[in-house]
């Protein structure tokens, strides 16, 4: 009998586990263009939503890139440009000397 039960008790904690995880997993936006006939509330929500990468990149260069223009020696100043090259901080047609 406590077999049984143990058995039966398992089952429902395994059940609220897999049903709990739904909720917490990651969801993403469908971007996909594939009901462009109808009026899908997702995609035009989604072309509501501000560029995130942008905003991030933006806030992440920008001491580094203001950093930049207060270096006055030409040496110093060449090599930390090409090192924000190398490390991808900057985009190399911007900002090029």
Do not use: W
Not at 1 to 21: D, E, H, N, P, Q
């Amino acid at each position: 009998m406590k077999m049984a039960i143990s058995f039966l008790c398992g089952i429902a904690v395994c059940a609220l586990i897999v049903f709990g995880v739904k909720p917490i997993l990651p969801t993403s936006a469908d971007t996909t263009e594939a009901n462009s006939g109808t009026d899908n509330t997702t995609t035009t929500l989604v072309k509501l939503l501000p560029d995130f990468e942008k905003i991030y990149r933006d806030a992440l260069t920008s001491p580094f890139i203001k950093a930049e223009s207060k270096i006055y020696d030409p040496d110093i100043a060449e090599y930390y440009h090409g090192l924000m090259q190398k490390t991808g901080l900057t985009d190399p047609s911007i900002h090029s000397k």
